[in-house]
């Protein structure tokens, strides 16, 4: 008869290293997963875990910046000229 394996919380253990402090980055190569999966599973984490302080893997004010001016550019572009 086989084994069953243990069902591991994934999204409880990239609670746990964002309680330590961790960064995006830093989760994503020490479970060995891509950002994007990480990124995932922050979304999930909102929801699940209301109360968590999620400002460590927050973007800095400087990314946030970057990100609206590039959007406003692309609200400016018109892509039927291209």
Do not use: W
């Amino acid at each position: 008869m086989k084994e069953k394996k243990q069902k591991v919380d994934t999204l409880a253990i990239t609670v746990g290293l964002i309680e330590l402090g961790n960064t995006i980055a830093e989760i994503a190569e020490l479970r060995d997963m891509a950002v994007s999966t990480i990124t995932e599973h922050i979304v999930k984490i909102k929801s699940a875990y209301p109360s968590l302080n999620l400002d460590i893997v927050r973007p800095g004010e400087d990314c946030i910046k970057l990100v609206h001016s590039a959007f406003a550019k692309l609200s400016e572009t018109d892509f039927n000229e291209l």
